[in-house]
C-alpha cells in the first residue's frame, strides 16, 4: 500500500522543548514538502527538499529544521525558537518537478502548552 | 513574492445550489492546481490546469483558467453533502526552477441538507 505516513496524528509539549515530526513516504518521490495550516491561514510552506542530502528554506522556516538522509524520509523539527508552534502540521511528497501534484500524508496536529 | 488570493473564505449554500470559489495570482502561473480537504483531513489533488483558457469537467466539478494564466475557478453545480470541505487552489509560478507551490487561503463550503 503506497503512501505517505505521519506520526503521531496528536502530540502534545511544554513550551520550550523541540520536538520532531516524522515524515516517511513510500512512493518513491524525490520531493518532500512540510507545511504549517492554521485556521483561515491556508498552507503555508516550512521548507522543501528535492533531492537526498538537500534542501531548501520555504516561506516560513524561522524556528524549524529538516534533515533528507534518506529519499523516504524528511522529519521536521519544531525548535523552542519557534514563536508559535500549535498548528497542523502537513507534509507532502512529488515525483519530481515544477508542475507534479503532491501527496499529502494526514498530518500532525501539535499543540505546545 | 507569489500570492494566490482565493474568495471567498466561505459559502453557506443549500443543497441543489451551485457554488464558485475564485482564486486571483499576482504573477502568471505555469499551471494551478485544485485540492479539497475534507473536515479533519488532508488536502487532497482534484485536477491541474495547464494551458491557458483550459476548461476541464469531473461531473459536476468545472474548473477554469484564464486567458492570462493569472486566475482560476471552480465550479460546482448542484451541490450535495459530500461536497463539504474547503477547496484550495495552488500554483506553480512561471519562473525557472520553481519548485514550489504557492496555496490560497481557501474556501470552506458548508452544505445545508
Known amino acids: 500500500d503506497g503512501g505517505i505516513t505521519q506520526s503521531p496524528k496528536y502530540l502534545f509539549r511544554k513550551e520550550g522543548q523541540n520536538v520532531t515530526l516524522s515524515c516517511e513516504q513510500n512512493?518513491?518521490?524525490?520531493?518532500m514538502y512540510w507545511y504549517r495550516q492554521d485556521p483561515g491561514q491556508g498552507l503555508r510552506l516550512i521548507y522543501y527538499?528535492?533531492?537526498?542530502?538537500?534542501?531548501q528554506k520555504g516561506d516560513i522556516a524561522e524556528g524549524y529544521s529538516v534533515s533528507r538522509e534518506k529519499k523516504e524520509s524528511f522529519p521536521l523539527t519544531v525548535t523552542s525558537a519557534q514563536k508559535n508552534p500549535t498548528a497542523f502540521y502537513l507534509c507532502?511528497?512529488?515525483?519530481?518537478?515544477?508542475?507534479?501534484?503532491?501527496?499529502f500524508g494526514p498530518g500532525t496536529r501539535l499543540t505546545v502548552l | 513574492g507569489q500570492q494566490v488570493m482565493q474568495i471567498p473564505q466561505y459559502q453557506h449554500v443549500q443543497e441543489g445550489e451551485d457554488f464558485t470559489t475564485y482564486c486571483n495570482s499576482s504573477?502568471?502561473?505555469?499551471?494551478i492546481q485544485w485540492y479539497k480537504q475534507r473536515p479533519g483531513g488532508h488536502p487532497v489533488f482534484l485536477i491541474q490546469?495547464?494551458?491557458?483558457?483550459e476548461v476541464k469537467k469531473q461531473k459536476r466539478l468545472t474548473f477554469q483558467f484564464g486567458e492570462a494564466k493569472k486566475n482560476s475557478s471552480l465550479h460546482i453545480t448542484a451541490t450535495q453533502t459530500t461536497d463539504v470541505g474547503t477547496y484550495f487552489c495552488?500554483?506553480?509560478?512561471?519562473?525557472?526552477?520553481?519548485?514550489?507551490?504557492?496555496f490560497g487561503k481557501g474556501t470552506k463550503l458548508s452544505v445545508i441538507p
Open positions: 527538499s528535492q533531492i537526498v542530502n538537500d534542501f
Open positions: 507532502a511528497s512529488s515525483i519530481m518537478g515544477s508542475t507534479d501534484t503532491q501527496y
Open positions: 504573477t502568471t502561473l505555469s499551471n
Open positions: 490546469l495547464v494551458k491557458s483558457g
Open positions: 495552488a500554483g506553480h509560478s512561471s519562473g525557472a526552477g520553481s519548485y514550489q507551490l504557492t
Open positions: 512512493l518513491n518521490h524525490d520531493a
